[in-house]
């Protein structure tokens, strides 16, 4: 009879992705608290930084007008303006954001220079070196002051180019990016097979049992499902704290994620003690272990059988 184990190591995946999740909500609300106390000492631009560096890991309408704002009280109106059209473009059906946008807008297109830039995959954009601080995207729409200007795109794999501009007041201008042909790669001559050797005879080898084996499966799908669970648990926390910001909500939250961070570090332990227990000290005697790797859709799973 054969006895064949699968470990997945799937679960440690997915806990590992909440774990992330839970590190950009508490990275925003800190930026955003950052931007709030910056603004409050008259410190517009580190204030405008903060609340664009929080819309940037978690979009909010509310990160994203207060950047707006810092913006034009740092006299900063092609920023601004920037920000106002993004308000328009995700939260058109919220009053706030929309009469804020409006009042921007309003004061903004008589002054600036529209710009819409199309490339042909998605790039991110710098003017004059500087970079405008807005993911990657196949269609941009900002705002410039008059004057000759130099704007540059840097296409996902490295690749750039650039086109000199020169926006008047109330011009708009559309600009068209071709991404630049990828450099031919050197031919690499074809490696000379290795010669073959022949099959290598195991020898026998004492090891533990195959109960404890048995035991670090049970331990490590265990300490997974606690885990999901104090990972889920962690993002209820986050949801209630982004409804209602409080300093023990924000508490609450650091402690959920501490206490799950810690799980997925010992489930990930478990699961590769327990696999370089299976691999290399159990006794499967008579028979050797039998190893098999294979992707799954949520991670890999390692198995291991042998003979009783």
Same mark, same amino acid.
């Given at each position: 009879m054969r006895l064949v184990l699968v470990l997945s190591f799937g679960l440690i995946v997915v806990a590992g992705v909440t774990a992330e999740a839970r590190a950009d909500v508490s990275a925003a609300a800190r930026a955003f608290s950052e931007g709030q106390t910056a603004l409050l000492d008259g410190n517009f631009e580190l204030a405008a930084q903060s609340f664009e560096l929080a819309n940037s890991l978690i979009p909010s309408r509310e990160a994203l007008r207060s950047a707006a704002r810092a913006r034009m009280l740092a006299g900063q109106l *092609? @920023?601004? *303006?920037t920000h106002a059209e993004t308000l328009?473009? @995700?939260? *058109?059906?919220?009053?706030? =954001?929309? =009469?804020l946008a409006g009042d921007i807008l309003k004061d903004a297109k008589p002054r600036l220079g529209r710009i819409h830039v199309s490339c042909t995959s998605a790039c991110s954009?710098?003017?004059? &070196?500087?970079?405008? &601080?807005?993911?990657?995207?196949?269609?941009h729409l900002f705002y410039l002051n008059p004057g000759r200007q130099l704007v540059e795109a840097t296409f996902e794999a490295g690749p750039s180019t650039s086109r000199a501009i020169?926006?008047?007041? &109330?011009?708009?201008?559309?600009?068209?990016l071709e991404r630049p042909p990828a450099p031919k790669a050197d031919r690499m001559p074809t490696p000379t097979p290795a010669p073959s050797r022949g099959p290598e005879v195991a020898e026998p080898r004492r090891g533990l049992p195959r109960t404890v084996f048995v035991i670090g499966v049970g331990v490590t799908a265990a300490l997974a499902g606690i885990t999901i669970w104090s990972g889920l648990d962690t993002l209820s926390a986050r949801d209630a704290y982004v409804m209602h910001p409080t300093d023990p909500g924000w508490d609450d939250g650091r402690a959920k994620q501490l206490r799950t961070n810690l799980l997925i570090g010992g489930t990930a332990a478990a699961g590769i003690g327990t696999a370089l227990i299976g691999i290399f000290w159990t006794n499967w005697h008579p028979g050797q272990p039998t190893v098999a790797m294979s992707p799954t859709t949520d991670g890999f799973t390692l198995a291991v059988s042998g003979r009783f």
């Open positions: *092609a @920023r601004a *303006a328009l473009a @995700r939260y *058109a059906d919220d009053p706030a =954001s929309s =009469s954009l710098a003017v004059d &070196g500087r970079a405008l &601080g807005v993911p990657a995207a196949e269609t020169a926006p008047k007041a &109330g011009e708009e201008i559309n600009v068209r």
